[in-house]
């Protein structure tokens, strides 16, 4: 089948399937197939398709695989990174929590980066930051080798720890500690791109949502240095029920920080001696 006429067709499939930019796809999928970039597929509209390979990737985007699972990476923050299914895909939201972090003083630092994922929040500090010594940590071993190949390729340098938060890091302290932990209810409605397919491990904190700040609240202080700093990424309601949280258990809320959006999405909070306003 010829490029051009396979392209119509995926677009019109992938509108009924309810893709917000179904034309957008259906050329990144076809340039998946072909294995060229997306500009090759508007120059060579004549060119033939395998439309056996076309058709399975379509079918996969049609029963909502998130489209970064079948190509296998996705930007942040302006780098590529890999992508599996073991790993949360990596989203513009959390760049509002990397812009916290590189608004502190540029000095060394010792950082930990808690569900590291992807690697993406570790990676990009590590790139931004080189004077910080980066640790990242995530329950999940396949995670972390799909973070671990990703410092590679990018030329960081990371040490990363199979951790369940701190039960590997037994007296470690740090000067800044960064998470986009799971905060999602088990009762909230997600996307089927969502619910379906990411790591529920990376998704779910329990029925509230709260549950890791809560176990964060309890135990981040015993790990941080003087003077130090606990950022972390809230969904979409979250930050007021967030910060009182921590100052229920004695935290100092330092700041709320919105997106682009305005929506409130980072908490900054230091233990009571140590805040910083």
């Given at each position: 089948m010829?490029?051009a006429t396979?392209l119509?067709?995926?677009e019109?499939?992938?509108?009924?399937?309810?893709v917000?930019?179904p034309?957008?796809?259906a050329?990144?999928?076809a340039?998946?197939?072909?294995g060229?970039?997306r500009a090759?597929?508007?120059?060579?509209p004549e060119h033939?398709?395998?439309?056996?390979?076309?058709e399975?990737?379509?079918q996969?985007r049609?029963?909502h695989e998130p489209?970064a699972?079948?190509l296998?990476r996705?930007?942040?923050?302006?780098?590529e990174?890999r992508?599996?299914?073991a790993v949360?895909?990596p989203?513009q939201?959390t760049?509002?929590?990397?812009d916290?972090a590189l608004a502190?003083?540029?000095?060394?630092?010792?950082?930990l980066?808690?569900?590291?994922?992807?690697?993406?929040i570790a990676?990009?500090?590590?790139?931004?930051r080189?004077?910080?010594?980066?640790?990242?940590?995530d329950v999940?071993t396949?995670a972390?080798?799909?973070?671990?190949?990703?410092a590679?390729?990018?030329?960081?340098?990371?040490t990363?720890?199979?951790s369940?938060r701190f039960s590997?890091?037994?007296?470690?302290r740090?000067d800044?500690?960064?998470?986009n932990?799971?905060y999602?209810?088990?009762?909230?409605?997600?996307?089927p791109?969502v619910?379906d397919?990411?790591p529920?491990l990376?998704?779910?904190?329990?029925?509230?949502g709260?549950e890791?700040y809560?176990?964060?609240?309890?135990e981040a202080a015993d790990h941080?240095?003087?003077?130090?700093l606990?950022?972390?990424?809230?969904?979409h309601?979250q930050?007021?029920?967030?910060?009182?949280?921590?100052?229920?258990?004695?935290?100092?809320?330092?700041?709320?920080?919105a997106?682009?959006t305005?929506?409130d999405r980072?908490?900054?909070?230091s233990?009571?001696?140590?805040?910083?306003s």
């Amino acid at each position: 089948m010829r490029l051009a006429t396979w392209l119509r067709s995926a677009e019109h499939r992938l509108a009924l399937t309810g893709v917000e930019s179904p034309r957008l796809e259906a050329q990144l999928l076809a340039a998946h197939v072909l294995g060229v970039d997306r500009a090759w597929t508007f120059a060579h509209p004549e060119h033939d398709l395998n439309e056996l390979a076309a058709e399975a990737i379509l079918q996969r985007r049609e029963r909502h695989e998130p489209l970064a699972y079948i190509l296998g990476r996705r930007e942040f923050y302006g780098r590529e990174y890999r992508v599996t299914p073991a790993v949360l895909i990596p989203r513009q939201d959390t760049e509002t929590l990397i812009d916290a972090a590189l608004a502190i003083p540029n000095e060394r630092r010792r950082v930990l980066d808690i569900g590291t994922g992807s690697g993406a929040i570790a990676i990009t500090l590590n790139w931004e930051r080189p004077a910080w010594d980066m640790v990242a940590i995530d329950v999940s071993t396949a995670a972390l080798r799909v973070a671990m190949e990703n410092a590679y390729h990018l030329g960081a340098e990371i040490t990363f720890l199979e951790s369940d938060r701190f039960s590997a890091l037994a007296g470690e302290r740090f000067d800044l500690i960064v998470t986009n932990p799971p905060y999602i209810g088990f009762g909230e409605t997600l996307m089927p791109e969502v619910a379906d397919y990411e790591p529920s491990l990376a998704l779910f904190s329990g029925e509230t949502g709260l549950e890791f700040y809560a176990a964060l609240a309890a135990e981040a202080a015993d790990h941080l240095n003087p003077g130090g700093l606990l950022m972390m990424e809230v969904g979409h309601t979250q930050a007021a029920p967030v910060a009182q949280l921590f100052e229920d258990a004695g935290w100092h809320h330092e700041r709320t920080i919105a997106d682009l959006t305005g929506i409130d999405r980072v908490v900054v909070v230091s233990t009571p001696a140590l805040g910083l306003s």
